[in-house]
């Protein structure tokens, strides 16, 4: 009788260990999916599922060559994902170390200093529109953007729409180029930006888009864009492009994407902020 009883509690403890195993498995694929949703990633993942699939069906018609080929492909395959997933796998271990995978932005500003920074964000991209003054803005988030501040020329000035504007005036030496916002600053003007090769940006689309997804493919920093041949505003974020939105849409995302952080300390620890 009381081996029956320890019997029955072995099995219970199983299942349920059974079930947080699988639950946290489940945890981890959806904290991936997130990671990569909206990425290229996706796409290649189809590929993966494909070659799973045309794996089973060539093993089981029994066609040895094709067996072959598909298992060299598998083999293979754990070095390749690393290579091609190298944004993704580096964003996730970003976002890992920084423990943004397990809860939602913070915002350390008042609603008040937020409202007040996004109207003159706003109100400069309007200006610049309405002239097709070109201009090319990111947003640092939790991933750190230091390797792209550096190549650009320090402001480190507190954020109005006169500054903005004035930095993108043509033929002044701060124009050409990216300008980085830090929290309730603009950190950086000129910086250089990595351009996207994607097939899917338009070719009558010009570099500062290009850079623009570009720096989404590798951070997860949110863009605008103003084009300088039409005056049409563009977002960026998470490898996608977003074309020819409205001023009302802009200062939505802007509400959702541009979190103004606190002032990073330094010395900060090991998961500070750069």
Known sequence: MQMD????????????????????????????????KGTKAIQLIKGIFFILIGRSISNY?????????FDTVLEWGFLA???????????????????????????????????????AMVKSVRYMAKRRIGALIV???????????????PINGNISSELLINIFIPNTPLHDGAMIIQGNQIATAASY??????????????????????????????????????????????????KEITLEELDDLLKTHWHILPPVKEGGGLFARK
């Open 61 to 69: 018609f029994d066609l040895t060559t094709t067996t072959q080929m």
């Open 193 to 242: 930006l990595p351009l996207s090769d994607s097939n899917k940006i338009a070719k009558n689309l010009g570099t500062r888009h290009r850079a623009a997804v570009g720096i989404s493919e590798v951070t997860d920093a949110f863009t605008v864009v103003v084009s300088e041949e039409t005056g049409n505003i563009s977002v960026s974020y998470d490898s996608n492009l977003t």
């Open 5 to 36: 009883s320890v019997l029955g509690n072995f099995t219970t403890a199983t299942i349920i260990t059974s079930i947080v195993d699988l639950l946290i498995v489940w945890y981890v694929i959806y904290l991936l999916m997130t990671v990569m």
């Open 139 to 153: 947003f640092e988030r939790e991933t750190g953007l230091k390797d792209y501040i550096e190549t650009g020329i």
């Open 81 to 119: 994902i690393i290579v091609i997933f190298q944004p993704e796998l580096r964003r996730a271990l970003e976002q890992l170390g920084r423990g943004s995978l397990f809860r939602t932005n913070g915002n350390g500003s008042s609603t008040s200093e937020h409202d007040k920074l996004r109207e």
